[in-house]
């Protein structure tokens, strides 16, 4: 019984259309987003209007600014930028998280001065040179690989770091 009632709870909350044409925006109100980027907006509508399923497009909308909206805590102090992104349960726990959650917005950073400030930093355990490559094109800060010994870990974090401060300034 416990089983059903969550369930029933569940399919009757407001993250789903409540109709089979019901598809409107579940996203934060705009005032209420974390943080916003002009070319997402714009990329967002692009490819919205150009995928034929509704629900689909509905989808996209909702779920590809969601890490913008929810979870980037963006401020410029004293002319330099200060950004956060909160990862799971725990803030800034698993770097791989934050990694993950602003890779799609790579991309775009060229295209948005308020995406340009925010310094993305790839912690991968790959070694393939077209990943770094590739991260570097997009415009990442800097591409930080596990190292295989963990000793070395500090020094590397530490010239991310300094990486980051030469970009922004800080």
């Known amino acids: 019984m416990a089983a059903l009632t969550a369930g029933t709870t569940f399919f009757n909350s407001k993250i789903f259309a409540s109709t089979i044409n019901d598809f409107t925006s579940m996203r934060p109100l705009p005032a209420d987003r974390k943080?916003?980027?002009a070319a997402i907006e714009d990329v967002i509508t692009k490819i919205k209007n150009s995928i034929h399923d509704k629900q689909l497009g509905w989808l996209f909308e909702n779920c590809f600014p969601n890490t913008l909206d929810t979870t980037v805590d963006?401020?410029?102090i004293n002319g330099k930028s200060d950004t956060y992104v909160i990862t799971g349960d725990i803030d800034a726990m698993w770097l791989r998280d934050s990694s993950a959650q602003v890779w799609?917005?790579?991309p775009f950073a060229a295209k948005d001065e308020k995406l340009k400030n925010i310094p993305v930093i790839i912690?991968?355990?790959s070694t393939y040179k077209i990943d770094r490559e590739i991260t570097n094109k997009?415009?990442?800060a800097y591409f930080l690989?596990?190292?295989t010994d963990m000793n070395h870990l500090p020094g590397e974090i530490?010239?991310?770091?300094?990486?980051v401060e030469?970009?922004?300034g800080s």
């Open 158 to 163: 530490i010239k991310a770091i300094n990486k």
């Open 145 to 147: 690989t596990k190292p």
């Open 35 to 37: 943080f916003t980027s």
């Open 166 to 168: 030469e970009i922004t």
């Open 74 to 76: 963006f401020e410029m």
């Open 104 to 106: 799609p917005y790579v």
């Open 123 to 125: 912690y991968t355990t």
């Open 138 to 140: 997009l415009g990442a």
